[in-house]
Antibody, heavy 125, light 108 residues
Framework: EVQLVESGGGLVQPGGSLRLSCAAS????????MTWVRQAPGKGLEWVAN????????YYVDSVKGRFTISRDNAKNSLYLQMNSLGAEDTAVYYC??????????????????WGQGTLVTVSS | EVVMTQSPDILSVSPGERATLSCRAS??????LAWYQQKPGQAPRLLIY???RRATGLPARFSGSGSGTEFTLTISSLQSEDFAVYYC??????????FGQGTKVEIK
């Protein structure tokens, strides 16, 4: 069974930093693109960042470029999101998700087939 | 950036009735579109990918159609567990991967 478990959320002051983790199990983590998606309270879904299997390709939404860093440790089956210079606009539930494609070869970062339960990040003084 | 627009924002439907949700892309995304369901307090769940392919284990009452800029998610006979928010997402022109604003399906 595919499982994704996020951790590391919490209350942080504006300008502060936080590191989110996502522990993966039930599948061969190293063969999948992975993603972070966030959801502000009462709002819709916003894609944040993607990372390729070996970390050689990384993409960010413009609003977090230069502030957030996605990374992974395939030996530990873990995905991370380092968030710096946090602002109120970053307050959200952060979900990690597995990325799939419909080629069977896991080449393309298409859609998000399994999601964790999310971790809440609150930026407030 | 491809902008995804869903309609309506809220859809009121009686159990057993058909629900039709729409998603429009600001430019063609071919068939590279997914649908997700999200219930309160839960993570999103993949329903449909490639515009019309059902995710593993998805009941047949859910179907997706469309290509280019116009897409539809149809729930043929709404069950109580189907009342939720539904999002479309394009993965044709990235980055960024973009979602619609969501359609809430509520009990009439």
């Amino acid at each position: 069974e595919v499982q994704l478990v996020e951790s590391g959320g919490g209350l942080v002051q504006p300008g502060g930093s936080l590191r989110l983790s996502c522990a993966a199990s039930g599948f061969t983590f190293s063969t999948y693109w992975m993603t972070w998606v966030r959801q502000a309270p009462g709002k819709g879904l916003e894609w944040v960042a993607n990372i390729k299997q070996d970390g050689s390709e990384i993409y960010y939404v413009d609003s977090v470029k230069g502030r957030f860093t996605i990374s992974r440790d395939n030996a530990k089956n873990s995905l991370y999101l380092q968030m710096n210079s946090l602002g109120a606009e970053d307050t959200a539930v952060y979900y990690c998700a597995r990325v799939d494609d419909n080629t069977g070869y896991l080449v393309y970062p298409y859609y998000f087939d399994y999601w964790g339960q999310g971790t809440l990040v609150t930026v407030s003084s | 950036e491809v902008v995804m627009t869903q309609s309506p924002d809220i859809l009121s439907v009686s159990p057993g009735e058909r629900a039709t949700l729409s998603c429009r892309a600001s430019e063609s995304v071919s068939s590279n579109l997914a649908w997700y369901q999200q219930k309160p307090g839960q993570a999103p769940r993949l329903l449909i990918y490639a515009a019309s392919r059902r995710a593993t284990g998805l009941p047949a009452r859910f179907s997706g159609s469309g290509s280019g800029t116009e897409f539809t998610l149809t729930i043929s006979s709404l069950q109580s567990e189907d009342f939720a928010v539904y999002y479309c997402q394009q993965y044709d022109k990235w980055p960024p991967w973009t979602f619609g604003q969501g359609t809430k399906v509520e009990i009439k």
